[in-house]
């Protein structure tokens, strides 16, 4: 049975910054594309990175200050996050992606941990 487990949200001010952690068990974890995807109140979940055997995929809102990245030993997934703004706050989720359909998109995905809140004040 595969299981995802997100970590790391908290409360942090504009302008700091936070890392997000996912641990994977079960499953080929090397195999897969790994997403995160962030939900805010009465919003729908929006991709916000990607991690695959060729490379890193960033949505819009995370470009130029989000960096993901993962531990294929250990079995985790990476999100740190910097210059945060009131807007980024927002469950975390991190995802399996089985690789049918777009990477953006949330009918990809397989499996999701549990969420982490991130809170950014003003």
């Known amino acids: 049975q595969v299981q995802l487990v997100e970590s790391g949200g908290g409360l942090v001010q504009a302008g700091g910054s936070l890392r997000l952690s996912c641990a994977v068990s079960?499953?080929?974890?090397?195999?897969?594309?790994m997403g995160w995807f962030r939900q805010a109140p009465e919003k729908e979940r929006e991709f916000v990175a990607g991690i695959g055997l060729r490379g890193q995929y960033y949505g819009e809102s995370a470009k130029g200050r989000f960096t993901i990245s993962r531990d294929n030993v250990k079995n985790m997934v990476y999100l740190q996050m910097n210059s945060l703004k009131p807007e980024d706050t927002a469950v975390y989720y991190c995802?399996?992606?089985?690789?049918?359909?777009?990477?953006?998109?949330?009918?990809?995905?397989?499996?999701w941990g549990q969420g982490t809140q991130v809170t950014v004040s003003s």
């Open positions: 079960g499953g080929t974890f090397s195999s897969y594309v």
């Open positions: 995802g399996r992606f089985t690789g049918s359909g777009a990477l953006d998109a949330t009918r990809g995905y397989d499996y």
